[in-house]
């Protein structure tokens, strides 16, 4: 299978029947009632299906009732001619990309992202998802959109405080990246959905640059994606933050680690600091929110070794930085993982 997915930018929504023969829409509801034009739009397709975004929309338990409900709107179609259309964000996307890929066992499937963070990382790359017994991403397959439509229109109705959720992404892929996307990046000051626009297009390519040399995680290399979400997992559950800042926070310990650890040079660590946009990586409120007290770290062990990308019994594989452009991975005890997150702290109390 195809992992790689044609991409499309364009500025408004594509008329309903250039997208396929006969659609199925999966969408968030929200954005019947925050669109009039994607209101409009979805009054074109016959077979829809509305969702409330969330967690708990991925989660195992309700699937059931989900596909039964799906099954029955889509028993006069034919599987060859049936393409599943998902409008909304990350968690309908691997919500909806799951039902396609098992939905008479695989049809065809266009995403279009509603979210910054969809359509700088979860649209992408073919992975689909539901929780188990609340533990995120238990299940899945690997079912690459056709198509990926991103649509000006559709992400530029997010409220503007939403551009600092994808914009942690954002900087993970350019710090991966390295070269002309981190440079043009670096020199940002601001951030709102103007500049994750103007980036989107250079952020997506190098996401399927990683992709493409291994489309279903079986060498290891899209492991690098996961810089910065080995800590901002852990602050996303139990600080009960959105995906996004939470990664923004994992990247701040990624980097500063990778020079505890030497693998960046301090000197690196500060030329990163001066860019203009990292001044927008960290929330005022940093001191409040993240305060890793003694009696949280029984509480982050058992998170981190509830990460799926653990790999012996108290050890992980960790993305540090170099230089932007350079990853390199380390397995790390979560016991030493622990210890720096403490280290950190400190640091930031007392310089
Ligand atoms: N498959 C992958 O590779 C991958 C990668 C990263 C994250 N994810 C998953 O993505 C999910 C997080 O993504 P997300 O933050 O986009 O989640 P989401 O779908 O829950 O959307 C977040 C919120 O934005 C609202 N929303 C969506 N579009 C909007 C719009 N245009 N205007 C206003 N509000 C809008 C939603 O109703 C929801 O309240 C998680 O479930 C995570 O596990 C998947
Ligand atoms: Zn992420």
Known sequence: MNALSTLVFTNELPPAKKLGEELLLIYDQILAQKSPVFKKWS??????????????????????????????????????????VVVGGGSVGDFGGFVASVLKRGVRLIHIPSTWLAAIDSAHGGKTALNVGGAKNQIGTFHPADQILMVRSVLMAQPEARAFEGFGELVKIALIQGGKLWADLAKEK????????????????????????????????????????????????????????????GLDFALRFSVQMKIMKPAELNRIYNEPVMGFLLSPLRDDLISVKSSDLNEYRRLLLNDKKKTKAATLRFVFVAKPGKTVIKEVSVDDLLIELCRQREEELHG
């Open 190 to 249: 601001q951030v709102n959905s103007k500049v994750l626009w103007k980036h989107l297009q250079a952020a997506v390519q190098a996401k399927y640059k990683v992709v493409a040399k291994d489309p279903h995680e079986k060498k290891g290399i899209r492991h690098v994606l996961n810089l910065g979400h080995t800590v901002g997992h852990v602050l996303e559950s139990y600080y009960e933050l959105p995906h996004g800042i939470a990664i923004n926070y």
């Open 43 to 84: 009054q074109s397709i016959a077979l829809k299906y509305a969702v409330k975004a969330g967690e708990h929309l991925k989660d195992i338990e309700k699937f059931p009732g989900h596909i039964k409900a799906i099954t029955k709107l889509t028993e006069q179609t034919s599987v060859k001619k049936l393409t599943v």
